[in-house]
């Protein structure tokens, strides 16, 4: 993985703090920023989502620390970012329905949470806040490509909260001259996506079905499409959003995915075809359709131009080409 450096600069004399450390996406920040030899990545979380087997690779490293906390807790936010250069905050109460069944646990750590990381960025004068946003902030607008400017009313708690980020992001920027940059994920997967538990992302999940030869089940009638995104592309992302240098690019949100529309009775299909390389009897598993989730966007494709045009982003893997890696991985490390 990351076999390609996205970064300008000698990443040695720089400290790191990736909240959301031990998850999915954290940790394969965490993994890029060691690989090329950061001066020290330090780590903020609960662990609620997270684990600590994703940590487990960089532990013996000299410039990795792992402080356990909370961002509800502005103490322990304010430990985490002491001594920081650049804060990557990817910490979060994930998955639409998640946020239905429980909205306020959800607004606690998106909303409280990152408002807690931003005040004590800023009291650290850290040089850079780059956070995650979502695609659910589009909402119920149903024009496509999405376009960063033009988005509807969120359909789910947990879009709310996404939203109310960008909003807060906006005003700190602006009031207190802080170095600012959002980006909307769309449907990211890869490796060390948790397959497992109630609000599972759909490809892992999938997968371990397959690999199980259980059925998977699709919401709706396979039609609602995305913008699934490899988990390269987004690393890239957020390197490049971290050393940005100019001025038109900051304060702004940014689309981060690959720009293409692939239906989830498609993506059934695609996955069925990389497992078959492995296990030739996952091609008769069929798939059960079952009914429309709470909250779910029916499609989503992503611009990803003003990403292209302002932070250089080029994503390098397609769909397929990170189909291709992610089942590898999961193949052999979920058997």
């Not at 990351?2 to 004399?13: C, E, F, G, I, R």
């Not at 060691?34 to 940590?55: C, E, P, Q, W």
């Not at 001594?83 to 998640?98: K, N, W």
């Not at 029916?298 to 080029?314: C, D, F, G, M, N």
Request: hydrophobic content about 40%.
């Amino acid at each position: 993985m990351y076999n390609t450096a996205y970064h300008p600069v000698q990443l040695s004399t720089h400290s790191f703090l990736v909240t959301g450390g031990g998850g999915f996406i954290g940790s394969n920040l965490v993994e890029y920023l060691l690989k090329y030899g950061a001066g020290k990545v330090r780590v903020l979380d609960n662990f609620i989502t997270g684990h600590r087997r994703n940590l487990s690779e960089f532990m013996g490293n000299p410039a990795f620390e792992l402080l356990e906390g909370d961002i509800r807790n502005l103490e322990d936010c304010k430990a985490a970012v002491k001594g920081i250069d650049y804060v990557l905050h990817q910490a979060a109460l994930g998955s639409v329905p998640r946020s239905i069944n429980d909205p306020i646990t959800t607004n606690d750590i998106n909303v409280s949470g990152f408002l807690n990381m931003l005040v004590a960025t800023r009291d650290e004068n850290c040089k850079r806040f780059v956070y995650a946003a979502s695609s659910s902030t589009y909402g119920d607008h149903s024009g496509l490509p999405k376009v960063e400017d033009q988005i509807g009313k969120p359909l789910s708690p947990y879009a709310v909260t996404k939203y109310v980020n960008e909003l807060y992001a906006d005003v700190f920027g602006k009031t207190y001259n802080m170095s600012l940059i959002g980006l909307r994920y769309f449907n990211v997967f890869g490796q060390r996506q948790d397959p497992n538990g109630a609000y599972a992302a759909v490809i892992p999940k999938f997968v371990s079905q397959f690999i199980r030869y259980e059925s998977p089940v699709i919401n709706g009638d396979g039609a609602f499409s995305r913008d699934f995104t490899y988990i390269d592309n987004v690393v890239q992302a957020n390197i490049k959003a971290l050393f940005v240098p100019d001025a038109a690019a900051i304060g702004q949100v940014y689309n981060v995915a690959f720009g293409e529309q692939t239906s989830l009775t498609q993506l059934t299909e695609a996955i069925k075809d990389e497992l078959v390389a492995f296990d030739e009897k996952v091609g008769d598993i069929s798939v059960i359709y079952g009914t429309n989730r709470i909250g779910d966007i029916p499609h989503s494709l992503a611009s990803i131009e003003k990403a292209r045009t302002l932070l250089a982003y080029q994503p390098a893997y397609s769909f397929k080409e990170g189909l291709n890696e992610a089942v590898a991985w999961y193949w052999h490390n979920l058997k």
